[in-house]
């Protein structure tokens, strides 16, 4: 039953997504997001298993640091990537309550399995189960915006 919901959701995704040449009205944001947070995006009840202190932010910024940043900046909040706002779907400010609304659990499983079809990537595989929690904690404790300059990739 739970899957046919998520299944039947997951299809509503696409239809909005699908049907529009143009950016999302506020409307239809909300209902992405609403639907995004209650129903397609899982784990949301999984406890993070990481001591939540600067050893672990540190950790979690280092991680964030290896490819996060080419999209979602230093601070998590896009400064200095060039294309941010031009995706489609444009890359959200992590730091936004959209973002930030997200059970731990929530947030591991979009950074496991990003969010197809938009530009995020999974990064199961890519990156272990303790850097991803890690990550998560350093994203409840953004620094910011535009306190950790550019991302190398794009200062020159
Ligand atoms: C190629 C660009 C790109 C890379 C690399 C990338 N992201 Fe994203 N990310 C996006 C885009 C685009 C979105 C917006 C997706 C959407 O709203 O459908 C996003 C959304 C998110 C969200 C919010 C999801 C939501 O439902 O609002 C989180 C959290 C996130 N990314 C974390 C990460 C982390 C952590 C990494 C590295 C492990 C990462 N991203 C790597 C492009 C990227």
């Known amino acids: ?7 039947a959701s ?16 506020a409307k239809e944001s909300r209902i992405l997001t609403s639907a995004k947070h ?4 899982g784990n949301k009840t999984e406890k993070n298993p ?3 202190n600067s050893q ?7 991680a964030f640091s290896h490819y996060c940043v080419a999209c979602h900046g230093n601070d998590g ?4 990537v060039p294309f941010a706002d031009t995706m489609s779907p444009p890359v959200p400010s992590l730091a936004s309550s959209d973002v930030q609304t997200y059970t731990d659990g929530q947030m591991k499983w979009v950074i496991d399995n990003g969010i197809w079809p938009s530009g995020m990537p999974g990064s199961k595989g890519k990156l272990s189960d303790e850097e ?11 620094p910011p915006a535009g306190s950790q300059g ?5 200062s020159h």
Not at 10 to 20: E, I
Not at 56 to 62: L, M, Q, R, S, W
Not at 77 to 80: F, L, S
Request: proline residues 4%.
């Open 10 to 25: 997951l299809t509503l995704l696409l239809l909005l997504q699908g049907c529009k040449a143009s950016k999302p009205g």
């Open 77 to 80: 909040q896009n400064t200095g």
């Open 132 to 142: 991803i929690w890690s990550i998560v904690v350093y994203l409840r404790h953004l």
């Open 1 to 7: 039953m739970a899957r046919t919901i998520r299944i």
């Open 56 to 62: 672990t932010i540190a950790d979690g910024k280092e």
């Open 150 to 154: 550019e991302p190398e990739m794009y």
């Open 38 to 41: 209650h129903v397609f995006v």
């Open 50 to 52: 990481l001591a939540k």
